[in-house]
């Protein structure tokens, strides 16, 4: 089975700071990956699949890359409703992998 | 809009069996599959299973085939998410969650129910 592991996981930053959260799969995955973002008491909403295209709605600071076993997920300039939990997911064609999570906190 | 509305919290003894509900709003469930993702009490998200409605086909992760049922009502577009016999480590809540396929024809989980929190304690 393919794990997914993110990095780090708790990430403290400032309003306006650009971070960068990372994804690695065990084995290649090529862009089959997706990044959500979940609020406290809240579904996950997703933000990016196929590694780079940002679904229908997000905004443009947020980014993603990579491809194989190494992805990135990038808010250039964090705003204060960008704090939750981040989470990447692995998808094929019957299952659905996803990482630990990674909880980006004010400073 | 594509909206899923699920059943409220639940509180049950280990043992008990449970039933909760995921009602597609405005559209028909026969063109959405749909999956269920479990969280555990401050931990991370979890695929359990899907269905496809239009044919009732199902597909579970390993680590929940056995002990949790997905099926659904085409005519009441519901899907369901049952247990015969649950136990503690039940406890969680558990999303359903639809979307659509990609450029790629993978299915990608873009819009999720609030949340059903299932709590079995003795």
Not at chain 2, 56 to 74: E, K, L
Not at chain 2, 80 to 95: E, G, I, N, P, V
Not at chain 2, 111 to 120: E, N
Request: net charge neutral; proline share 4%; glycine share 8%.
């Amino acid at each position: 089975d393919i794990q997914m592991t993110q990095s780090p996981s708790t990430l403290s930053a400032f309003v306006g700071d650009r971070v960068t959260i990372t994804c690695r799969a065990s084995q290649s995955i090529s862009s089959w990956l997706a990044w959500y973002q979940q609020k406290p008491g809240k579904a996950p909403k997703l933000l990016i699949y196929k590694a780079s295209t940002l679904e229908t709605g997000v905004p443009s600071r947020f980014s993603g890359s990579g491809s194989g076993t190494e992805f990135t997920l990038t808010i250039s300039s964090l705003q204060p409703d960008d704090f939750a939990t981040y989470y990447c997911q692995h998808y094929n064609s019957h299952s659905y992998t996803f990482g630990q999570g990674t909880k980006l906190e004010i400073k | 809009e594509v909206q899923l509305v699920q059943s409220g919290p639940d509180v049950k003894k280990p043992g008990e069996s449970l039933r909760i509900s995921c009602k597609g709003a405005g559209f028909s469930l026969t063109t959405y599959w749909i999956n269920w993702v479990r969280q555990m009490p401050g931990k991370g998200l979890e695929w359990m299973g899907r269905i496809d409605p239009s044919d009732s086909d199902t597909n579970y992760s390993p680590s929940f085939q056995g002990h949790v049922t997905i099926s659904a009502d085409r005519s009441l577009s519901t899907a369901y998410l049952q247990w015969s016999s649950l136990r503690a480590s039940d406890t969680a809540m558990y999303y359903c969650a639809t979307g659509y396929f990609d450029s790629s024809a993978y299915y990608l989980l873009a819009y999720w129910g609030q949340g059903t929190l299932v709590i079995v304690s003795s």
